[in-house]
């Protein structure tokens, strides 16, 4: 993720050891006691890569827990995003003054089925990604990037934002997108300051699909 994000953010990516590392008890109290295997790994190296992240800042590195609705509560002062999928996790702090907001995900590269691609895409984003060029999941490039474009809106707005309310222009050669907040959700948002657009950055490599992008502060 350190090549997709501009320097202020620091980026930590979990080692072999990260996902059987040590919780804090504010996260470890987050994560339950009847939580699977799987999640308690997931949560695990996602916290140990903020701490890192957050430390790479010069701050202390304190405690990740999470909301009502999962998302991490960073610390004051700092803005931040995690992910996780098989097998790679990684996560991203900035301090609040540089970075408005900072989002970042990963997903597996593969083929998405259609009736995923109708919940993720609309009928002009199909029209669009059937235009450029073939050996790369599109589709799953943009629901890579509406998760970053969530995790982007939501610390600053509060509300949950669609996968439809977002449209998303790619630039394949330069490894960018542009994703434009549909106009109805801007003025609904319940924060001054809602974002309408947010850029970022893409890659696809070794499996992987990995997207970020910032809003300055």
Request: proline fraction near 7%; charged fraction near 20%.
């Amino acid at each position: 993720m350190r090549d997709l994000l501009p320097p202020a953010v620091a980026v930590a990516v979990a080692g072999s050891t990260d996902w059987a590392g040590r919780l804090l008890p504010e996260e470890l109290a987050c994560l339950g006691e009847r939580a699977v295997e799987s999640r308690r790994r997931d949560f695990t190296a996602g916290r140990v890569c903020a701490r890192r992240a957050i430390a790479a800042l010069g701050l202390p590195p304190v405690a990740v827990p999470a909301a009502a609705d999962r998302a991490p509560v960073w610390p004051s002062g700092v803005v931040g995003a995690i992910t996780h999928t098989r097998g790679y996790c990684a996560a991203a702090a900035a301090r609040l003054g540089e970075i408005r907001s900072v989002g970042l995900d990963a997903e597996q590269h593969k083929t998405l089925n259609p009736g995923v691609r109708r919940a993720i895409l609309s009928t002009e984003e199909e029209d669009r990604l059937a235009r450029l060029p073939t050996g790369t999941s599109w589709p799953a490039v943009v629901f890579s990037i509406k998760e970053t474009v969530y995790k982007v809106w939501h610390p600053l707005v509060g509300t949950w934002l669609d996968f439809h309310d977002a449209y998303v222009e790619l630039d394949p050669e330069a490894g960018t997108f542009t994703a434009r907040i549909a106009a109805a959700r801007v003025d609904a948002a319940p924060a001054a300051g809602a974002p309408t657009v947010v850029d970022g950055r893409f890659v696809v490599a070794d499996g992987l699909v990995r997207t970020a992008a910032v809003l300055l502060g």
